[in-house]
């Protein structure tokens, strides 16, 4: 027994080594973890690069900070995107599946163009024009911040005190656009100056100052006193910084300035051009191909809207029609809250009758809220500003010049800005769970803008658009948008002046003048951006078409919306992919359930039945307040 035991004494280490465990190494990450962690990664460097974005979007952790906009930056962007690229293309894409796929995808195709657009110019040409810039952006920042805690006004001095380094990297860029002949047009920079100089002479009793007007209660007394006078020395360091970008500007730059207005007479121009064309309308036509397109809808559009003006009773020509809409007091409201009510009232109507065309219609608010004056004049009518969690949607109006708002483009606007447009296609996105931030935040400016000019066809089938007067304004826009195609690529491929331009527009839309002198210069200044509406919509258009055609009666509108809209902002050849995916499965049989018996005992309790749904009884709807 002794043995025995003394054996296992000294067997017992040797026994105890031979029975441990190797340790088990954790699995190498999925394809589809590698890519969600990409994505994340870079998603967080947009923020902290972009702070102003992240704001926009209600992510405040980056509200005391402002872009960098040194040449320094440009490249590191450019680096970071080369990375990011990189590192994508080393993830096995044929390991990922469906929206993991499509993700992929996504992302490299972004980072391949903006890529692609930094080999023709590695900063930005025009970083401030007088149509976009400081100017604007930087107010409808600060309304888009928070002001209830201490903290909210120390993020707000913060970025107050960053935005002179922000200037002396506006105007580092300039500079090297001076060097390398990468300047902006005369025509959108002469009145920059102007609209700089009332930014800084308005600092205190304008949106910039007007937080620390009104600092709440609820801080402590001494800290309010400290926030003010910490507040007032921020306004001082901004104003020189404004002073010294309007001095650089009026006698540095302008006369620097080149001439011409189309993106053809830059160096590389024709290039820089195509890829804007591309990356903005997502099209692979030739300026010439969209020319001629644009030409084409404009005298279909003009035949049309010929028709709905004898359904008008007017009696006279076709151009008397024109200056009488555009003039006749009749046709305008002379007080700006009536005009901001009808709209409040149109966007009530739209939403009630939306279950008609949609299955999933997403609770968030929308209100409807004046534009700041400051500029307000060289702005259209009126644009729309994405909700966050704590700040609602709203369709901004402007209402200034009263006299070039007329009634027969406020159901139409609200179509286009507020439901079914961009509200109900950007909070559906955003809401899309599963998706990466990147994606649900996404903007393709075809698929936007495009879908947003389809949805005000659909006003009629929503309750809108029934008087003669309002399918006139929904024919006049989109005849604007059908111009757009050829004053554009005029502008830029064609050698147009701002003249012809002006013209152009002036003779086949319905706009006023000074609206359309507006129109132009946001064509110089951003040039293809205007190709992207009609393009977008002339697509949807024809996939509805399509779906339509080869479905027959299975055709559903409200399930394709969802198709359109339930997979996020996409780029078009990629949204046709996805509805000739969705027709398949539409054709394919439907599934009858096979019959099985219950097993439910006899004696058991009858299951409650769920009461049944009154004839008028609809879902709730959250209308703006």
Not at 30 to 55: G, I, K
Not at 178 to 206: F, I, N, S
Not at 357 to 386: C, H, M, N, R, W
Request: aromatic share 8%.
């Amino acid at each position: 027994m002794r043995r025995l035991c003394a054996t296992f004494i000294l067997l017992g280490p040797l026994l105890a080594v031979a029975a441990k465990v190797e340790p088990v190494l954790p699995a190498p990450p999925s394809a589809a973890e590698q890519a969600q962690a990409l994505f994340d990664r870079d998603w967080e460097w947009r923020l902290q690069h972009q702070p102003e974005f992240a704001t926009g979007i209600g992510d405040h952790r980056y509200d005391g900070q402002l872009a960098d906009t040194s040449l320094a930056a440009s490249a590191q962007a450019i680096e970071h995107d080369r990375r990011m690229l990189e590192l994508a293309r080393q993830i096995d894409r044929e390991q990922l599946q469906g929206q993991e796929r499509l993700s992929w995808d996504l992302f490299v195709g972004d980072k391949e163009r903006r890529l692609a657009g930094a080999a023709i110019v590695a900063f930005d040409p025009q970083p401030i024009t007088a149509y976009d810039g400081l100017q604007f952006r930087f107010p409808q920042l600060v309304a888009q911040m928070p002001f209830v805690t201490e903290d909210d006004y120390r993020n707000y001095l913060a970025r107050l005190r960053a935005l002179p380094a922000h200037v002396d990297g506006l105007i580092e860029q300039m500079r090297e656009g001076m060097r390398t002949g990468w300047t902006a047009p005369k025509a959108v920079m002469a009145a920059l100056p102007d609209q700089l100089k009332a930014l800084r002479e308005h600092l205190a009793d304008g949106a910039v100052g007007a937080p620390l007007k009104r600092l709440p209660a609820t801080i402590d007394p001494d800290v309010r006193a400290r926030l003010a006078a910490d507040g007032a020395a921020a306004l001082q360091a901004v104003a020189p910084a404004l002073q010294k970008l309007e001095d650089f500007v009026r006698a540095d730059y302008l006369p620097a300035a080149r001439a011409t207005i189309g993106a053809s007479s830059l160096p590389g121009g024709p290039a820089w051009y195509a890829w804007l064309v591309r990356n903005g309308a997502d099209t692979t036509l030739a300026p010439a191909e969209i020319h001629a397109l644009g030409l084409k809808e404009v005298a279909r559009l003009r035949e049309e809207m010929r028709a709905m003006m004898t359904q008008t009773g007017f009696k006279g020509s076709y151009a008397q029609f024109l200056v009488f809409v555009r003039s006749d007091p009749r046709l305008f409201y002379g007080d700006a809250d009536a005009l901001l009510n009808r709209y409040r009232r149109t966007i009530a109507r739209a939403y009630a009758r939306l279950p008609q065309l949609f299955d999933t219609i997403p609770p968030d608010e929308i209100a409807v809220k004046p534009v700041q004056q400051a500029g307000a004049e060289s702005q259209g009518a009126a644009y729309y500003e994405a909700g966050t969690p704590g700040r609602t949607a709203a369709l901004v109006v402007n209402t200034s010049r009263l006299n070039t708002r007329p009634l027969w483009e406020i159901e139409t606007l609200t179509l286009h800005e507020a439901v079914p447009g961009h509200h109900l296609q950007v909070a559906r996105a955003r809401a899309i769970a599963g998706l990466p931030a990147f994606r649900r935040y996404g903007w393709y400016p075809a698929y936007g803008e495009g879908w947003a000019l389809y949805a005000e066809g659909l006003g009629p089938d929503l309750g809108l658009l029934r008087d003669p007067f309002s399918q006139f304004g929904r024919l006049a826009d989109e005849q604007l948008r059908a111009a757009r195609l050829v004053v554009d690529t005029g502008i830029h491929a064609f050698n147009w002046s701002r003249q012809q331009a002006l013209d152009f527009l002036n003779a086949n839309t319905a706009n006023p003048p000074s609206d359309n002198a507006v129109e132009v210069d946001r064509y110089i200044a951003q040039p293809g951006q205007a190709l992207a509406y009609k393009i977008g919509q002339l697509r949807i258009a024809a996939l509805r078409e399509r779906a339509r055609a080869a479905l027959g009666e299975r055709f559903d509108v409200r399930r394709f919306h969802d198709a359109v809209l339930d997979g996020g902002a996409l780029p078009l050849d990629l949204l046709a992919r996805r509805i000739d995916l969705w027709i398949a499965t539409q054709q394919l049989p439907p599934v009858v359930p096979i019959p099985v018996e219950p097993e439910t005992p006899a004696d058991a309790p009858a299951a409650p039945q769920k009461p049944a749904q009154s004839p008028g009884e609809e879902m709730p709807l959250l209308l703006p307040r």
